[in-house]
């Protein structure tokens, strides 16, 4: 049985000023689903995603999250999302602990909610010790898994990550993806930028941006094979190649 | 409401977990109430003084003996020459000349009155103009000194008692500082609310934890009155701390009621929180933000009548004072606590301070609202 579209866009598009970031990008992300968005640096990922959650209003084109229009709707959707920026987004200057209480808190989860599952998280990420530490403390893997797990700490049906393993160790990487697969078991769909081909690999679906535009789109065995290619770094060079936007 | 708790925990947290803001609230207000009042003070002293004398009289000498006790000027020269006098103005080497005529003595003992000439050098206007004033006072004292001195010499009461009148006569020392604090009072209250409260929110979103507030459900509102609820505390509390240290400092207490006070400091701090908000919007860097707070700062303490009176302003200046928050706390701040003026009395104040609070706030979160 085919899985219902939990993201569907139809020639999104986002301009700046007369600079179109985004241009008319038509994808469906199905439920429960591992969605790698490739690109490189200033293909236009972050402005897409910043749009699929509700953050920045599109130029024109259709989009709907979890039924939610992303003109109209935004705040249903913020109901139904995590997101994790590409910048950090915990406060540093609280306590792992407090961090987590405070977004489960502004979810408007109940407090023996958030007790249960901190205890819960924390066991997970093996932080226990770490748990009333203040965030800047933390090494910035441990730190990217915490940001992960309270972006899905309210439970919410997608997550959208913006390269969430930036700058992280191999070994951390790894860890990281065993999160994203426990999350994506209990039926959370994910939405994942990255940089690292190898994670591409892990992915269900990818899609490649070429500025601003979806170039191409399939299970990185399929791209694999239309590409002629033995890896999915060689997919993304010969795509990324034809690329003619500066450099960010 | 409970996402408010979870706000306003939170926001608590920070600020009192942030060494910088601590320092600010505690240490900011000492230094300026400390420090200003005196390194800003209009008070003159050493008033460099040439005395011209053509009497060379017991009086005379005794005349120029009182005023250099005064303690606000320092006798430079003391010549009979009224052209080495007026060089010494020439060339700045001092502020005030004293002519004393001849007749000096015999007019004072005659008529119990005499007069003396003045001479002041008007580039420092402020210091010419204040010590003129002084010299006068001590001069009139004089000529009353003199008086009592001559129904008292039957009494054998050899020592007139010319020092203590004196004394209380002008005393610019006290009223000068009550005159200061109240308005450097209202400078620390403006500063926590627009600065601190506009440099807070444009660290979220530089830091980029606003994105990820505003990827959750939260509302506006109650973002905004997370952020302004903190800084209004924060601000009574500085006002409270500048308060005290007034009192054990300068033995300050208002003559009107604490009450006028906090309630007008209340609706004060909605205008300025409404103000730093929306600088807040306008930024997307705490040096950008810095940059507008440290620009806004510096007009309003300049055309708030601060250290200027607004009534010597010039017209087109005095039209901006009617725009600035900052102008109507100070009248406010200096009449209940100089004067004892009610809460009746600033009404008319606490009403234009409302209406910048609702001008303020409501640009704020419309401008706020379009950047999300
Ligand atoms: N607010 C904005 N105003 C103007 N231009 C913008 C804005 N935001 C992004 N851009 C531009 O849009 C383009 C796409 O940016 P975007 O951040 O979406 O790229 P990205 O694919 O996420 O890149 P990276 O891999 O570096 O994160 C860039 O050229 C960027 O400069
Ligand atoms: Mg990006």
């Known amino acids: 049985m085919e899985a219902e579209n939990i993201i569907t866009t139809e020639e999104l598009t986002k301009r700046f000023a007369g600079f179109t970031a985004v241009d008319a990008i038509s994808f469906n992300v199905k439920k429960g689903e591992i969605f790698g968005f490739l690109g490189a640096n200033g293909a236009g990922k972050t402005t897409a995603m910043r749009m699929l959650c509700g953050l920045s209003k599109p130029t024109s084109g259709k989009a709907t999250i979890a039924g939610a229009d992303v003109y109209k709707q935004t705040e249903q959707i913020k109901k139904s999302i995590g997101y994790m920026s590409q910048k950090f987004s915990l406060y540093e200057d609280l306590t792992v602990k407090e961090n ?23 066991h997970q990420l093996n932080i226990e010790n770490e748990a009333d530490k203040l965030v800047a403390s933390l090494p910035l893997g441990w730190k990217q898994k915490l940001a ?50 190898d994670e591409a690999e892990y992915c269900n679906r990818v899609s490649i941006m070429v500025d601003g535009k979806i170039e191409a789109l399939d299970t990185p065995r399929g791209l694999k094979e239309t590409y002629n290619a033995t890896t999915m770094d060689d997919v993304f060079l010969q795509l990324a190649r034809k690329a003619t936007r500066a450099d960010v | 409401m409970r996402t408010l708790q979870f706000l306003l925990q939170k926001e608590f947290r920070q600020i009192f ?24 003070d209009y008070e003159v002293k050493n008033i460099k003084l040439v005395v011209v004398d053509h009497d060379h009289s017991d009086y005379s000498r005794q005349f120029v003996s009182k005023v250099t006790a005064s303690g606000y000027f320092l006798l430079n020269t003391y010549t009979s020459s009224y052209s080495e006098a007026s060089q010494q103005i020439a060339d700045d080497k001092a502020d005030i000349a004293v002519e004393i005529p001849a007749r000096f003595e015999k007019d004072l003992v005659k008529e119990s009155e005499a007069p003396v000439f003045l001479a002041v050098n008007a580039v420092n206007g402020v210091k010419a103009v204040l010590g003129a004033a002084y010299l006068q006072s001590i001069i009139q004292d004089f000529n009353n000194g003199i008086r009592a001195k001559w129904i008292q010499m039957p009494r ?29 009072l209202v400078v620390l209250v403006t500063m926590v609310g627009s600065f601190l409260a ?34 209004w505390v924060l601000g009574l509390i500085i006002l409270t701390i500048g308060l005290l240290i007034s009192y054990v400092a300068y033995g300050i207490v208002p003559a ?76 406010v701040m200096r ?19 409302l209406i910048f609070a609702f001008v303020l706030n409501s640009w704020a979160v419309i401008n706020y609202r379009k950047r999300a």
């Open chain 1, 100 to 122: 987590i209480r405070f977004y489960g808190g502004i979810y408007g989860k109940t407090n023996a909610f958030i007790k249960e599952k901190t205890a819960f998280l924390l």
């Open chain 1, 148 to 197: 992960f797990s309270v972006a899905i700490f309210h439970e919410p049906q997608i997550v959208f990550l913006d390269e969430p393993t930036g700058g992280v160790d191999p070994v951390t990487r790894r860890e990281f993806w065993n999160l994203i697969y426990q999350a994506s078991e209990r039926g959370i769909t994910i939405f994942v930028t990255t940089h690292y081909m």
């Open chain 2, 17 to 40: 977990r942030d060494p910088a803001i601590l320092r600010i609230i505690f240490v900011m207000p000492m230094m300026q109430l400390l420090i200003l009042p005196w390194a800003a």
């Open chain 2, 156 to 184: 054998l009461s050899p020592e007139p008692n010319i020092e203590v009148v004196s004394s209380n006569w002008y005393n610019p020392l006290m009223n000068y500082k009550w005159f200061m604090v109240p308005g450097i």
């Open chain 2, 198 to 231: 506009s440099l807070n929110i444009v660290k979220e979103k530089e830091i980029g934890t606003i994105e990820q507030i505003n990827v959750t459900p939260i509302k506006k509102y109650h973002f905004i009155l997370g952020k302004l609820i903190p800084f």
């Open chain 2, 256 to 331: 009107g009621s604490f009450f006028t006070i906090y309630v007008f400091a209340a609706a004060y701090l909605l205008a300025v929180l409404g103000l730093g908000l929306l600088v807040s919007t306008f930024c997307s860097t705490q040096q950008q933000a810095m940059l507008i707070s440290f620009f806004l700062m510096m007009i309003f303490i300049l055309l708030g009548g601060l250290y200027t009176p607004i009534e010597s302003m010039p017209t087109w200046a005095q039209w901006i004072t009617r725009f600035n928050p900052v102008t109507y706390f100070i009248h």
């Open chain 2, 335 to 353: 009449f209940v606590i100089l004067k004892g003026s009610s809460l009746a009395d600033i009404l008319p104040q606490l009403c234009i301070i």
